[in-house]
DNA sequence: ATAAATATGGGCATATTTGCCTAAAGAATT
DNA sequence: AATTCTTTAGGCAAATATGCCCATATTTAT
């Protein structure tokens, strides 16, 4: 495994990204070709291995059809 | 000038952010020490310069006492 | 107008992400 | 059990982000 560092909420963000796409009955493979990302990005996004950009957040919301502020409804250490 | 690719919603997302600091009183010095950011980092997101990342977005959430969901709060383009 | 505070701009080295690829593991179906 | 679908894992090169530094511009206050 990698996990470098102890990165903000990328774990619980992926934990979160993978129930949304699985509830809207998207493949890993289906969400990339919509989003336009990599496949294995979208694996490495939801084992939280990467802390991936705005963009690719906003772009993987918008093949989700959901608002990007979805993605972030975790638990954030304060 | 930077910006080569067009990277979905990253301008508005700065101007989002812009926006939310000075209605805190923050400077992006003080945003950047409480969120443990360079000064320099604050400007470039502001000004829709860089893709930053999600424990960023985290850590500038925090740092602002509000849910990261809020910097979210833009208009994405369908 | 001057000074002080804030923000921009850029360069540079390093770290991280990303796409592309292949192999293999795991899960579901027949 | 075998086949197929789905996900994980890892390597690699190129692209991008990040921190650190310093100089300049812009804004705000005196």
Redesign the interface.
Known sequence: MKQLRH????KE?GINLRKIRESKGFTQEMLANKADIEISQISRIERGII?????Q???I??ALGI???EL??IE???
Chains 1, 2 share one sequence.
Do not use: D
């Open positions: 990165e903000q909420g990328i963000f802390n991936t950009s705005i963009s957040i906003i772009n919301a918008n608002h990007p502020k972030f409804e954030v250490g304060e």
